[in-house]
C-alpha cells in the first residue's frame, strides 16, 4: 500500500489516502495518546506503546514522510507556479486540490498525534534541506510549508514554539540567502500562509506577533502578483484570531500597537490596491472592536477613518458649491471605493461604528438623492441602456453601497429606539419614493434587503411604517417579477425576504393594509411557493406557515379570513406537494397540510 500511494497518479493517491486516514483514526482510538512523551508528562507516567501501533510505527514514519512530500495546496496560498514555471498570482480556486488538502491535513494531523516528534524530525531535516540547497525546488517548498501549517494544534504547546520560531527563523534566513523576486515571491507565501496558521502561538509570544505583523506590512509593498493580497489575507485573519493584543499596552510597548498602525496607517497601505485596502481595513476594525473602553474606543475610530473622510469631506465641499461635481467618473469612483472601506470597517467595528456612520449619514443621503436625480435624467434622455455606461454603473454603486452600510450597521446595531428614531426616517425619505419612480432596471434590489433588515432589527416598532414602505415597494417589484420565474433574480429574493420579516414581526400592519392589497400579498406569497428557485419556494412555504400561524392569533380577523382565502390556499398547497418537480418543498407543504386540516375541523370555523 505504501509503495502504491508513491505512485504519481492523484486518484491513485486518494483512494489511498482514504486507507491511511482510516487507519491512523483507528490507532488514534485506541490509545489516544502520543508516543512521544509530553513536557506535562515527563517524570511520571510513561504511557507504553500499543503493540498494534508498535507494529506500524516505521510504516506511519515512511507515510508522513510522503504526506510531507505531497501535501496539496490549502485555500489561503494565492502565489503559485503555473505550467509554464512562473510565479503568479491564482485567480480561480482549484477545489479538487482544496478538498484533497482537507484530507491530507486531518490525516497528517492524526498521525502527528501518534508521533508529533517523528513528524517533526521529518519537517525539521526538509527544512534544513531547503536551507542547505539539496532539496531545493519551489515545490518541495510548498509542500513542506502547507504541511508545517496543516499541523497547527498537533503538537504540545511547548514544542510548538520551539518548532515554529525554528521554521521561521530558517524561512526568513531563506528569504534573505534566495535573489529574485520569484524565489522572495514564494517563501513569503509559505511565511504568510504558516504564520497564519499559528494564532495559539501568535497570542501567546506578543513579540513574535508584533514581528509577524510589521513583516506583513512589508510585504504590502511588494509587487510581486499575489503578494500583496496574501498578506492582506493573512493580517485580517491575525487580527481575527489576536484581536485583543493590538488594544492592550503589552509588556515592554509604552503604546498599544493599533496606535502604532494608525499613526502609520497611510504608509502602510500606499502601496496597495483599492480592494485590499478595504481588507486591510476590515482587519483593524476587528481590533477597534475588541476595545471595551468606549471613549478610547471612539477616538480609535475617528483616527482611523481619517484618511477617507478627508477624502470624502473634500467630495462634499466641492459638491455643496458645484453638485455636477458628482457627474464626474473619477469623483463617482472615488465615493464608492470610501463607501466599500466604512462597509467593511462597519462589519468588523459593529455598533460602535455609529460614531463614524452619524457623521456621513446625511451627507451620503444626500449625495444618494443626487445621483438618482443624475442616474433618471440619463434614462429620461437615452433610455434604459444608458444603466449599462460605465458612469452610471458607478453611481449605481454608490448608491448599493449606501445601503450595504445602513443594512449592515443596523443588523450589528444593539440599540433599536436609536436606529428607529435617528436613522429610519431620514433612510425612508431617501430611497422610496426614488425606488418607486426609477424604472424597473434603475431600482436597487438592496432597497428591499434594506427594509428586511431593518424590519428584523425593529420588530413591531416599525409596524407603523410598514404602508408606507408597501406603498413604495410592493406592487411596483410585483409587477417585474411576476412575469416569468427569471428576470430580476436578486429583486425577488429580497421582495420575498421583505414579505416574511413583515410576516414574522409585524403581522397587524398586514392586516390594516386594505383587501385588495392584502389579496395581492397574499397572492404573492403562494406564487412564491409554487416558484421553480428553490430559496423562493422554501421562503414562500415560511411564509404562509407563518401567516396562518398569525392568522390564528387574531380572533377578529380569523373567520374572515378563512371564508376568504382557505380553499384557495388549501387547493394551491395540494398542487405543490403533489407536483414532483417541488419535493425539496414536501417538509414545508405538508406541514402547511398539517396546520390547516384542524382549522377545519374546529367548530367557530366556517369556510363557505
Known sequence: ?????????????????????????????????????SPLLSGSQHFDVPPRRQLYLPVLSKVRLLMVSRMAKPEEVLVVENDQGEVVREFMKDTDSINLYKNMRETLGTMTHLDYADTERIMTEKLHNQVNGTEWSWKNLNTLCWAIGSISGAMHEEDEKRFLVTVIKDLLGLCEQKRGKDNKAIIASNIMYIV??????????????????????????????????????TFIKIAQKCRRHFVQVQVGEVMPFIDEILNNINTIICDLQPQQVHTFYEAVGYMIGAQTDQAVQEHIIEKYMLLPNQVWDS???????????????ETVKQLGSILKTNVRACKAVGHPFVIQLGRIYLDMLNVYKCLSENISAAIQTNGEMVTKQPLIRSMRTVKRETLKLISGWVSR??????????????????????????????????????????????????????PQIFDAVFECTLNMINKDFEEYP????????????????CFPAFLAIPPAQFKLVLDSIIW?????????????????????????????????????????ILQHIFSVVTDTSHTAGDTFGCGNCVFCFPLVLRTKTYVS
Open 413 to 466: 446595531s444593539s440599540d433599536p429606539q436609536m436606529v428607529g428614531e435617528n436613522f429610519v426616517p431620514p433612510l425612508l425619505d431617501a430611497v422610496l419614493i426614488d425606488y418607486q419612480r426609477n424604472v424597473p432596471a434603475a431600482r436597487e434590489p438592496e432597497v428591499l434587503s434594506t427594509m428586511a433588515t431593518i424590519v428584523n432589527k425593529l420588530g413591531g416598532h416599525i409596524t407603523g411604517e410598514i
Open 1 to 37: 500500500m505504501l509503495l502504491v500511494s508513491e505512485v504519481e497518479e492523484t486518484e491513485i493517491f486518494k483512494i489511498c489516502l482514504e486507507y491511511w486516514n482510516h487507519l491512523a483514526a483507528e490507532l488514534y482510538r485506541e490509545s489516544p495518546f502520543s508516543t512521544s512523551t
Open 528 to 568: 412564491a411557493f409554487k416558484h421553480t428557485m428553490r430559496n423562493v419556494a422554501d421562503t414562500g412555504l415560511q411564509i404562509l406557515y407563518t401567516l396562518l400561524q398569525n392568522v390564528t392569533q387574531e380572533e377578529a380577523a380569523a373567520q374572515s379570513f378563512y371564508q376568504t382565502y382557505f380553499c384557495d
Open 196 to 233: 497564519g496558521q499559528y494564532p495559539r502561538f501568535l497570542r501567546a509570544h506578543w513579540k513574535f506577533l508584533k514581528t509577524v505583523v510589521n513583516k506583513l506590512f512589508e510585504f504590502m509593498h511588494e509587487t510581486h502578483d499575489g503578494v500583496q493580497d496574501m498578506a492582506c489575507d
Open 490 to 505: 436578486e429583486h425577488r429574493t429580497h421582495f420575498f425576504y421583505l414579505l416574511q420579516a413583515v410576516n414574522s414581526h
Open 315 to 329: 467630495i462634499i465641499q466641492q459638491a455643496t458649491k458645484n453638485v455636477d461635481i458628482l457627474k464626474d467618473p
